[in-house]
């Protein structure tokens, strides 16, 4: 029955995803990624080649969408794919159904998660990337099982040929990791083994290489060789949150600041304040049950959410480069969520044991006909 639910919900959000999937050029980047996807070419720096090429494979699927939609089947599936994680993660720490699809539904729903499940932008498949990396980090440190380190370590470098703002959470997954660095560093063996699967990761960056030497429309950087490969994954002539060496302009620390203000109102906004509450629950519970888990779940919401905002605003200096600063919001809002499983635990177990004490004390009671004897 639980079962049944589970499967009814995701279908439910699956519908409704398909149902609301962009038929058209939503804006920022999107008509660069799809034209490139569908004309087998080679997107901004630094290629996207994993996106590019899935977006390239769906855009010739047999059915009635148009091409945006097709290849903003990567988003949805993406987004469906990191809830199922989201939902394994829960249960994991709950063990309720209830509480885990509650935390799950929160996500979906949210406003910046739904957003860019419903375009072909590249933030969907980086929330699932980092949903898979800290669920597989998680179940490595509590259970040593090596096969989960091979699975981290190949979703890890998989990871690096989407988007770079993953690099943000490394710190954080390293921290959990690195509790059984026995079982990684121990055997030669095991290392070289897994050096081959981080390497099996990087495949996608060949798209690149053969996609560029056909010359297509869309071939940023040109990147047919290895040295214009790397040249492109470092943005070297793109950049991005780096100065530009012939147009520096800074932020003055003041609206850096400002920013990062707004980055919490957004944060209220997109979950609202009894969310927000529970997720600071959890981060109570985990400060009593695991110290380990808190640290690598609070730093990489803190590096992927309040820093970053702070770093890259240095070089904002108008509104329409502010609007750029707002996609990256999205990364560390499904990071601070993975504290809310915890934080509704923690609720559960208070009214659990509230509720106990109340029925075991009334138990206590005398019968109302003793009054009468």
């Keep these: 029955s639980m079962l049944k639910v ?61 091409v945006v939609s097709k290849v903003g089947l990567i988003s949805v599936f993406s987004s469906l794919l990191g809830l199922f994680i989201f939902y394994k993660l829960s249960y994991r720490v709950s063990r309720n159904f209830l509480i885990s699809l509650l935390s799950t539904s929160i996500l979906a729903f949210s406003y910046m998660f739904w957003l860019h499940t419903e375009i072909p932008e590249v933030f969907a498949l980086n929330n699932f990337f980092a949903l898979i990396l800290f669920y597989l980090a998680v179940v490595f440190y509590q259970e040593k099982r090596v096969k989960y380190l091979y699975l981290f370590v190949f979703f890890a470098s998989l990871s690096l040929t989407h988007h770079q703002t993953i690099l943000f959470i490394f710190p954080s997954l ?7 660095f026995r079982i990684i560093f121990f055997s030669k063996k095991r290392l070289v083994s897994l050096l081959l699967v981080g390497i099996l990761g990087f495949l996608p960056y060949i798209y690149i290489l053969i996609a560029a030497s056909s010359n297509p429309v869309i071939n940023w950087g040109n990147a047919s060789t290895l040295n214009k490969l790397i040249h492109m994954i470092l943005r070297n002539d793109y950049g991005g949150f780096t100065p530009n060496p012939l147009n520096v302009s800074y932020a003055d620390i003041l609206t850096e600041l400002i920013f990062v203000k707004d980055y919490f109102s957004n944060l209220i906004f997109t979950f609202t304040l009894p969310v927000i509450l529970f997720c600071v629950l959890g981060i109570i519970k985990l400060f009593v049950k695991d110290k380990r888990i808190l640290f690598s779940f609070l730093s990489a919401f803190l590096l992927s959410g309040p820093f970053f905002v702070f770093y890259g605003t240095r070089f904002v200096t108008n509104k329409s ?5 707002e996609r990256f919001y999205v990364l560390s809002s499904v990071v601070f969520l993975l504290f809310l499983p915890y934080g509704l635990f923690l609720t559960k177990r208070f009214f659990d044991a509230i509720f106990a004490r109340f029925f075991s004390k009334s138990t206590l009671l005398p019968a109302p006909y003793t009054y009468c004897v």
């Design 321 to 325: 480069e502010f609007g750029v600063i």
């Design 174 to 180: 390293f921290i959990l990791i690195i509790k059984h």
């Design 6 to 66: 589970v499967i009814l919900f995701f279908f439910f959000t699956a519908f409704l995803y398909l149902r609301n999937l962009t038929r058209d050029i939503y804006s920022g980047d999107l008509g660069d990624l799809v034209t490139a996807a569908y004309v087998g070419g080679v997107p901004h720096p630094p290629g996207y080649p994993l996106f590019t090429f899935l977006g390239f494979l769906l855009s010739r699927l047999p059915i009635p969408l148009p």
